[in-house]
Structure formats: C-alpha cells, structure tokens
C-alpha cells in the first residue's frame, strides 16, 4: 500500500455534484475497482441516499456477483439504515453484459429491501430494450426507470427520494 498515495486521497476536497451542488462521498475501496480483465466499477454517495454506480467494460457473472455484493455493502455503511435510497446506474461506459450477470443482476435486486427505485442512464440500445422488458414484466417491486445522462438520472432520484420521504411521513402520522 502506498501511504503516501492513500495521504493525498484522504486530504483531496469532497467532489460536489455539478447538477445538484450536493457533496459525492467517494472511498479508494469504491473507486476503480476490477473483479475481473475487463470490467471496472466506481461507487458513489450523492448526498446522503443516491447510490451512483459507474460501470465499463463488459460483465460476466464472476463480476456480477462481486459488484452486487459492493452495492449491497455501501449503503449499509455509508446511507443511514432508516432511510431508503435510489440507485443510478450509469451505463455510460459498459460495453456489455453476460445473460448470466443479467439475470444474477436482477434476482438480486428483487431482495433489497430499502431501495426505492433504480435509475438507468447512458444505456445502449440493446440494454434499453433489455430494461424496457424488465419493466413490462414487473420483475422488480420498486420504480426502474431509463434516462439519457446523469444530470437527468440524478434529478430525476431527487424527485423520487422526495416522493418517498413525504410517503414515510404519511405512513408514520397515521400510525
């Protein structure tokens, strides 16, 4: 390990996103990570409950597996355990998936519990039409939704983050 490397990280100013003004919470064990020769993920906090989730490269299942476990792992360690959160994954950069990681994909996501919805942005044709279908078939119990870029994705998770809280405040009044 390089201390001198992990110094510098450690002191660097919290990014701030362009869109929102809102701080991005980037670890070095979330950053730049490869699970296999061709597949690299970075993981990222907006604000305080948007799961940001860079990908490129093309996933096999091996990769799969690992990078569910990660996305399962940050928000249990950086999004306070009462709040739910949305995640946006950013295809911007992802070549490809295997069909194995693309059902590994979505069996996983149908068991977690505090995610509001999902947040596709930068998607290729072949993967819209992939979600589109997903959808249709209401594989999953919370709002999956297809944008062009991250400034759409990430207004568009504020929005539901809001939906949300304003339902949990409901839900808790009349209890």
């Known amino acids: 390990m390089n201390l001198i490397k992990d110094a510098n990280i450690e002191s660097l100013p919290t990014p701030i996103c362009p869109v929102t003004g809102l701080p991005i ?3 070095p064990e979330w950053t730049d990570v490869s699970f296999g020769k061709d597949y690299r993920v970075t993981v990222s906090i907006v604000g305080d409950s948007i799961l940001w989730v860079q990908s490129s490269g093309y996933v096999t299942l091996h990769d ?3 990078v569910l476990s990660l996305t399962d792992q940050v928000p249990a360690e950086a ?3 009462e709040k739910p959160y949305v995640q946006i994954e950013d295809y911007s950069n992802l ?3 295997s069909l194995e990681a693309r059902k590994y994909y979505i069996d996983d996501m149908k068991k977690r ?3 509001s919805g999902v ?3 930068g998607a290729s044709y072949i993967f819209k039409m992939s ?3 997903g959808r249709r078939l209401n594989v999953v119990k919370f709002p999956v939704h297809i944008v062009d870029d991250y400034s759409e994705a990430v207004r568009l998770a504020l929005e539901m983050l809001e939906k949300e809280f304003h339902r949990l405040e409901t839900y808790a009044r009349e209890r």
């Open 25 to 27: 919470t980037r670890r």
């Open 113 to 115: 519990k505090r995610i």
């Open 79 to 81: 999004i306070s355990e």
């Open 119 to 121: 947040i596709f942005c």
């Open 95 to 97: 070549r490809g998936a």
């Open 64 to 66: 799969e597996i690992n």
């Open 131 to 133: 979600i589109k279908l």
